[in-house]
């Protein structure tokens, strides 16, 4: 299903301290300077509405938290929430998250990554478009620090499946621990607006945090930003 039209943020917001263009950061990136106090960063691979943005900044104000969102009015939607809670803390990067962690971020530069109900490109044509790949999880462990967490959650068993064996091909995350999730005390108490969704509808959510050892990444930053 097509994602509706986002709602326009409010226009007296001011979004450009929290909005960013992928096109205009410089390469390498280092995402700690995309921030005004140097702590560690976790980035989210498609933030959509800007739940977990929003409420993981404000929970952890000891945590920089950077959102990377493809679609343009998503991510203005991402920055008006964060700018009318003046989250000095966060920020939402309007581009590609294949191309920013595959060609632009440096190694061991980020102390988390969260991937939450990635769409799962059901035509076999077009599953070289999953997030979770061969291609992309090699660059996830190599800009995560020794220690870093990668989150994925997904309401998709045979892409969590796929997703954690790519994963453990790589060699450079112990094995996948199952995330305890408590029951929602209020309509906002939820990772992301679809995973609201999907547990209301009683669907099953499946669920791992996978963390980076102290194995070498065999890869480097290979691919050009986009044009």
Known sequence: MPRRPPRKPDPSLDLCGHLLDLASLPVPLDPATLFPEPLPVEMEVGSGKGLFLATASAATPR???LGVEISGGYARLCAGKLAARRAANARIIHGDATHLVRGMLPDACLAGMHVYFPDPWWKARHRKRRVLSDAFLPHAGRVLAHGGILHVWTDVEEYFREAMAAAHATGLFAAPREEDVQPAEHDLDYRTHFERRTRLAGEPVWRAALER???????????????
Not at 215 to 226: F, I, K, L
């Open 63 to 65: 945590r920089n938290f």
């Open 213 to 227: 050892n102290d194995v070498a990444a065999g890869c480097r930053r290979t691919e050009p930003p986009p044009a």
